[in-house]
C-alpha cells in the first residue's frame, strides 16, 4: 500500500501562512530556504507553492529560485489572472480540494523519498483566502496538518490580524512552530506579538525588513541578494533554524514514545491489560473527515498513516473528526458562557436543544428533557423515571429494589451499575460487584441476509413456537409493520408475549416497573438485529395489557401498562437512516434517551426525553418526591450548543437528499409498490450489490446493514463476546488498500464497520473493495 | 442598587468592530447613524469612541459630528499619539480595561435614560488591536457583549482577515447582527463573503465605497455630504436598519420568553417542579468571569443584570466564565481530532492530562488514570476498582452483592445508583428504586467557627467518648496532624475506630471492601468539615488493623487493610487551597477521583487514578478479569485539552503567588512557629477577619472558611435538607450591592458561598459587606 502521508522522518516539511496577503511570505520563504540549506548544505531544500495566480504570484517560486538557486522550487497549480484562486478558478477547469492536496502529498512523497531535505510549502494570500474550489485554505491543507510558520503582518492593524489568524489556525488544530516578524519601528507588532506568542509557547523571528528597492532592476537584484545573504547568517535565523528542524525530530520522537508512555500510564476502557504492550497501542497523531491520522514506527512508507475510523469512534462519529463548524460552536458556547449552573436557570443552548430535540423526534408523547452526560447516566435517568411512575400508580406491596424491567436478551444499556442492573447478566458484568440483574429479558427472532435473502429468524429455542426462517423479498419488506401485524408471526408474537407475561407476574409473582430496549439493533450485544414486529408487539402488548390496569379518563399521551423506555443512544440520530428508530418501529416511547451522535461526535452530553405523565408522577408537595438526580455539568453550553448544531446539520443534509443516492440504491429491485412509506425508509450507505455478496462468502453466517452501520458475523463455533474469529479479518483491513488502513473493531465473531454520516463515497466504495478482496 | 447593564429596551446599542485597521469603520458608522436618525427622527443617535489615539482616530468622532450633525457623539479616553493604544498609554497613564468599561457603562446608562434610542460604539483598529492595557479590544468589550456590526476588508486579501476576524469574535461568545462592507469591482470580497456569512445566518450589506477624494477640503466636503445622504437613503441601507432593530427586539422578546419555555420543556435536576415557575427560573444571557448577565423582567433598573456565581456553577468553576484561553483549548482539540475513541489507541491530550495529574498529586502510590466522565462515573469506577481488589486479595466467601464500603455520615458521591449505594441513606436517595446504601458510615467529630473560635466538636452522641469541643488557637492547628497524633483526642479517635470495626466485621459478620471519603469538607452533605485528624486516623487505622491480613514482601505504595479511596470531586484542584486535599490530610489514598475544577469549569470530564497495586487485581488469562467499565467518550480531547490548560494555569497562579496575599492573611495572628509548614496551609481566599465577624453574628450557629469556600450554618430548629432557613440571608444577597447581585445556592440550614479561583479580590470584599449588611 502506498500511503499518503505528510509525515516522514526523512522531510521536514513546514507550511507558510500568512496573516494576511502581502505580508512578505515569500520573502521570508526564501530566507529560511537559504538558511536551511546553510545549515544543511548536503541535504535537499524544496520550496512548493501549490496554488499559483497570476504574474504576481508566479513570481513567488521565481523570487525563490532566483536568491535561492538552490532551491528547488515547485508550482502545482497555475492560474494566469492575478486574482483570488477561486474568481481565478471559475473561469478555467474546477479544482477539488482533494484533487490539491493529492498533488501535494504526492510531491511531499517524492521529496521524502530522495534523502533528507527540508520543505517549504507557501499559501497563497491570507489563513482563509479561498481555494479554487471556493473554500478556505486553512480548511483544504488541514488533512496535511503541517507544523505551520506563520508570517505576521507587520503593517498598522497586524497585531490584530496576526493574532486573528492565529486563532483560525489554532482552532482548527495546526500546531504554530514559529512567528515569523518583520520589524517595524513605528507600530512595533513585533515586540507585542512577541511577548503575546511566548506566553503561549510560541517562539518567534524578528527580522529587519526588506530595503527599498533599487533604482534598476538590476541594482535592486543586487540590493535583495545582499539582503538575503545578511539574513540567512545571521545567529537568529541559524537559532531560528535549528529549532525549526529540532520541533521536527522532537515531534516524532514524542509520537514514538506515546504508546509507552500511555501504557505506564493509562488504564484503558474494557481492556485486559495483560493482552496490550505499547506495540499495540494506536497513537492518534489528529483526525480529520473520516480519517485517524496514526503514527506506525515501523513503516518504511510513512510516520502517519491515514486509518479510516471505521468504529465511527465508538459509535459517536457523525459530521467528521476536526469538524470546524462543531469545533466554532464548541468555542462560542465556552465564551459565551463557560459553564453555567443549570438548577432552576435556563441558557440558549440548553433550551434551543431541548425544543429541537422534542420537534424532530415528533413523538406527541414527549415533553420533557432531562439532560445528563452520556449514555449510561441518562439511561439511569429514564429507568429512575418509569420506576417511579410505576410505582405511583400500580402502589405495589412490594421492596423497592425487587422490581424488575422487562426487556430484550443481549441488551446493554451503559457500565454506571443502574444501568446494567437493567441488563442480562452477561460476560459485561458478571464479574462486578453490586451488580444484580433486575428484569427479564426476553429472545426475539433476529433480522440478517444469508446467501442473499433476507429473513426473520426465530431463536433456537422458539422454532417450536414460532416456525423456522420466514423469507423476504426486501428489507423493506421487512419494516411494513402495518402489514405484518395480521400475519400468522404477528399473532403468535403477541401470544408469546402474553403469556409469558402472565407466567411471570402471576405465577412467578414478578414485579415489572418498565419496558426497556434498544430499538431495532442491539448494539454491544453484538449487533443484533430484532424483528421491528416483535419490538413493536412488545410495546403495545404490554401497553394493553389487563395485566396492567389503565387510569381512567387518560388522555392518549398517558402512558399506560409499563413505561416505554426507548435506549437510542447507539441507534438513534440517524445512525440507522432516520433521525429516530422509533419511526422504523413505528411505535412512540414514553421516554427516550439520546446520545454519542447528539454531539455530532465531539463531548459527551445525553438528553433522556419523557412524556407529561412520567413527568407528572414526580410532582409532589416535598423536595423529596422530585427527581433528585443532577451532576454538575448538566446541561453544559458547550455540548449543547455543539448538538443544535449537530442536529440542524444532519437535518438539513436529509433535507438537501444527501443520501438520497443511497435511499435509490436500497429501493431498487424490490417489490415496494407495495409497502408503506415508512418501511421505505429501511437503507443503508452500504450498497445493496456489496451487502448481498458478503453474503454469499463461505467465511460469513450472516450480515446485516442500516443506515450507516454493517455488520459480518462470520462463521464460527465459539460464539460469543470472547470468540477471536473476528480478529482475522480485523487484522487484514487494518493492512488497508487504496493508500489507507482500516481500522474496525470487533464483538466477538462480529465485525462491523460504522461509517459516519458525512463519508464519503468513494471510501466507501473503497472500503467495500478491501472487505470483499478479504472475504473471496 | 445601580446595576451595571449592558442591554435596555430603550437603547438599541451595537458595536462596530472592523476587520482590520482602516476598512471605513467611521465611514460605515456615519452611514449607519444617519440611517438610524432617518428611521426613527424622534430618537437620540449616539455615537461612542471609547479610546481615541492621536488626530487620525481623534477624526473619527469628529468626521461623525460634521457629517450626521444630529448624532450625539463622545470620547472617554483620548491619546495624543497616534499609535497603538497599548504604545500611546506607555507614554501616559495606565488605564485599566475594567475603568473603560465602567465608564462605557456609564454613558450606555446615562443614553438610556433619555428615552428610546440608537447607540454605536465603535472600536479601535481591529478586532484584536490592543487597549491601552495591552490586552485585546474583543476581550476588553466581551463583558458588555453588544450585539457586533462587523466592517469586512474589501481590500485584497480581506477575505481571510473578515473570516479570521469574525471567528475571533464568535469564539469569545459575541452574536453578529450584520456585516458591513464596501463593494470591490476587482476583489469581488463582498460577494464570496456575502454568501459565506449567509451560510451562517447572518445578514450583511454591501455599499458602493466613498468617491475619491475632492481637490479641495471643501468641494470633498461636498462630496462625503453627497455620498452620505445617498447612501442614507438608500432602500436597502434602511432594510438594514430595520433589521438591526428589530434584533433587538427579538433579543429582548427571546429573554422574555425563555423562562416559560424552560418550563414548558426542561425537566430540571434536583428541583420538585411544583416549586417553580416561569418566575423562579433564572435566564443567563451569557457568563464572564464570576459573573452570569442574567435577565430581570421586571427591573426598571436593566435588563440583563450582573449576577455574582455565588456556587461557582455547581461547583465547577475555577478559571472563570468565558475564558479565552479555556475557549482556545477546546477548539484546538475539536479542530485537531472532534472525539477518537480511546479503546487501546492514545492521543495527546489524554496522555498529557494523565501524566500531569500524576505529576501534581504527588503521591507515590498514584500510578495509572482511568477516564470517565463525571464524578458521579468516576467514583462507580474507583469503588469496582476497590471491590475487586479487596476480593482478589481476600477472597471472601460472601455474595459480591454483600460486600459495604467504610464512609462517613453525611457523604455525597453522585447520582448513579453505585455512587450512591456507596453513600449512607439520606433525603437524597430514600425514594430512589434501586438503591441500596452499602455500607457502614462513621459519624466524626466537626471544625467549625464559633463566636471568634475554631473548635472541633464531637457528634452529640459520642461526646461522652471523645469530650467536649476543644479550641484552637488558630485553623493552622487543627491541621497540625503530627502534632495532634499523639494527642488523648487522636487515641481516642483510633480506639474508637478500631472497636467499631471490630464489632461490625467479627460481631454483626459485615464485610468492607474499601474505605471511601471527601477529604476535609463534605460538600452535598452540607459542607461538614470534618476534624481532619478523625480522617488521618481513619485511613491509617484501617491500613494497618488487624483485621486484614497484610500481603507479605508488598511494596510500601501496596495498598494494606482495604483501598482507600479520596472522593476529590469537589475538594480537589485548588478548591480548599492545596492541589490535592490529601495534602491537607497528610494521607496518601490509593485511590483518587478528580473533576468539576478539572476542566476550569467548562465541559465534563473525570480522573479516577489508582495504584500499581489497584491496577495489578485486575490483570488476568481473560478478558472478563479487566476493568469492564467504559464511555463511549472517554478521555474526550476537547475535555482532556481544557484540563491540561486548566491544571497548568491554576499550578501557574500558585507558583506566581496569586493568592500569597490571602495566606499572609490567614497566617497573620496566629502562633504559627509552632506548626508545621503543611498545616499552614490552611487558608481561604474569604478574608480571616470577615469570617471571626459572621461567627458572632446572632443569626449564626457557626461559619467556615477554606480556600475559595465559605460555608455559614444559621440558627434553626429544622435542620437537615428540608429546612429553608438560609432562603431568606439568600434572598437578601439577591437584592445585591454595589452593582452586581449574588445567586447563591443553600444546602438546608447552611448557606454557602463559593468564588472561583479567579475571583478578583474587590468582588469578594464586596461580597463580604453585603454579607455583613445582611446579617447585622
Redesign the interface.
Known sequence: MASKTSLRRTLRAYQIY?A???VGKTIMSTIICKAFKRQFPSQNVWYLKPISTGPLDEADYRHIARFSPETKTKCLFQFDEA??P??AARSSKYLSDSEVRDEVLAHLMACSEAGEGTLLLETA??????TPS?S??ADLY?PL?LPICLVADHH??G???S???F??L?????DLDTVLQFEDG???NHT?LQEYFEQKGISSLSLPPPPPRGPTEEEDQEIMSDYYEKMSKLDKVEEAIFSLSEKHTKRLE?LES??T??N?????????????SPQ????????SGDF?QTYTPTSKAGTLIPTF?G?A?????GL?????E???A???????????????????P??QL??SL?HYLNNPRL?????S?????GM?VA??MA??AS?ERYKWDVP??E?GVIGLKGSYH??????M?ASEPS??????????G?GYWFDFPQVKMVRGKWIVEPPEGMKAEFGEVTEFASLAEIFDIQARLGSSAGRKYSKHIEETLNGLINKEGKTF?ALVMEPVILGAGGMLFADPLFQHLLASTIRTSPLFPSPPHASPETWTGLPVIHDEVFTGLYRLGTFTPSTLLQSHPDISVH??LLTG????LCC?A?SQSI?DA?????????????????A?P??CQVAVKSIAKMVGMENEGAWDHAKEDWKSGSRLASVSDQAVQAWSVWSKGFVGKVSFSREVESVIALGSVLAIKLQDENSG??STAATGLQKKLLEGSDGFKIHV?VLGHVLYVMASQTSRTEALRSIEKTLLDALY
Do not use: C
Not at 494570500?125 to 479561498?130: A, I, L, Y
Not at 499495540?280 to 483526525?287: N, Y
Not at 452526560?373 to 447516566?377: A, C, E, I, L, V
Not at 460476560?427 to 444484580?436: A, I, P, Q, S
Open positions: 500568512g494576511n496577503t502581502n486574482v483570488s477561486h474568481i494570500g491570507g489563513v482563509h483566502s479561498p471556493g478556505s485554505q488541514r496538518r498598522l492593524g497585531i490584530s490580524a493574532i486573528s489568524a486563532e483560525s489554532h482552532i482548527r488544530g495546526y513605528k507600530y512595533q507585542y514524542n506515546m504508546s508512555r500511555a505506564d500510564t493509562i488504564w484503558y476502557p474494557f481492556t485486559q491489560h495483560r493482552d496490550i499495540s497501542i494506536v497513537t492518534i497523531d489528529s483526525a485517524f475510523d468504529s469512534s465508538w459509535w459517536t462519529q467528521g473528526h476536526g469538524n470546524p462543531l469545533s466554532l464548541a468555542a462560542y458556547a465556552a465564551g459565551r458562557y463557560g459553564h453555567v449552573m443549570f438548577a432552576g436557570a435556563i441558557h440558549e440548553a433550551l431541548a425544543e422534542l415533553q420533557k428533557v432531562f439532560y452526560d452520556n449514555g449510561s447516566t439511569e429507568v429512575k420506576l417511579t410505582f423497592k429494589e422490581v451503559g457500565d454506571t451499575i443502574g444501568a442492573d460476560t459485561f458484568n458478571e464479574r462486578v460487584h453490586w451488580y444484580k433486575r416497573g446520545a454519542k461526535g465531539l463531548v459527551p433522556t419523557a413527568f414526580f410532582l409532589g408537595n416535598e423536595k423529596r418526591d422530585a427527581l433528585l438526580h443532577g451532576h454538575s455539568y448538566t453544559h458547550v455540548g463476546y470472547s473493531r
